[in-house]
């Protein structure tokens, strides 16, 4: 078991800490451990790089901890109405559309690489900038209005937009008409 794992794993074991302490109030708590979770992501993947303590395991892990806690915290805040229903829908969705595209490819004996499109590159940064916004404003109070219904509006219309080029790529490549290994993400 390599250091960047065995971090990947105590970034697992955040997640409840994290929900735990939106749902009984302890906001700085829980931007803490957003923010923590966060720097070991960047820790173990910079660890891994430079010290080649790269893994197969790793490489599945790593993103499904990052992802684990976005839509852990996002339902959360969505439950808590801070975040709209509808993209917390909207985000839940299209993961749960992304995952099971892979798994059916895989039944299906045209298993898909998992590498993560642009779109959804930009999609996963605009969640993390609006998490991190309204875990601040809980914190510390205060609105930053115009600029937290951006990030929302943003963050749909990434969501759309990551979901429709992940379809695409899914139906060409289960149609023989794409890249041996679409991206997926």
């Known amino acids: 078991m390599t250091i960047p794992n065995i971090i990947t794993i105590l970034r697992f074991l955040l997640v409840p800490v994290v929900v735990f302490a939106l749902l009984t109030g302890e906001m700085g708590w829980a931007l803490a451990g957003f923010l923590v979770a966060g720097v070991s992501d960047g820790v173990d993947g910079f660890i891994a790089r430079t010290f080649d303590q790269k893994t197969e395991l790793g490489a599945y892990l790593d993103p499904v901890a990052d992802k684990l806690l976005l839509v852990s915290v996002f339902v959360v805040l969505g439950y808590m109405q801070e975040l709209p229903l509808w993209l917390v829908i909207a985000a839940v969705s299209r993961d749960a559309l992304i995952?099971?595209?892979?798994?059916?490819?895989?039944?299906?004996?045209?298993?898909?690489?998992?590498?993560?499109?642009?779109?959804?590159?930009?999609?996963?940064?605009?969640?993390?900038?609006?998490?991190?916004?309204?875990?601040?404003?809980?914190?510390?109070?205060?609105?930053?209005?115009?600029?937290?219904?951006?990030?929302?509006?943003?963050?749909?219309?990434?969501?759309?937009?990551?979901?429709?080029?992940?379809?695409?790529?899914?139906?060409?490549?289960?149609?023989?008409?794409?890249?041996?290994?679409?991206?997926?993400?």
Not at 117 to 138: C, H, R
Not at 159 to 172: D, I, N, Q
Request: hydrophobic share 50%.
């Open 99 to 185: 995952v099971g595209g892979v798994m059916l490819s895989t039944v299906m004996g045209k298993p898909i690489e998992i590498r993560p499109l642009f779109v959804s590159k930009a999609n996963t940064a605009i969640q993390i900038v609006l998490v991190l916004l309204v875990l601040a404003e809980l914190t510390f109070g205060g609105s930053s209005g115009w600029l937290r219904l951006a990030l929302v509006y943003g963050c749909g219309l990434l969501t759309a937009a990551s979901a429709g080029a992940y379809l695409v790529s899914w139906l060409r490549h289960m149609s023989g008409n794409g890249a041996d290994h679409p991206q997926t993400g």
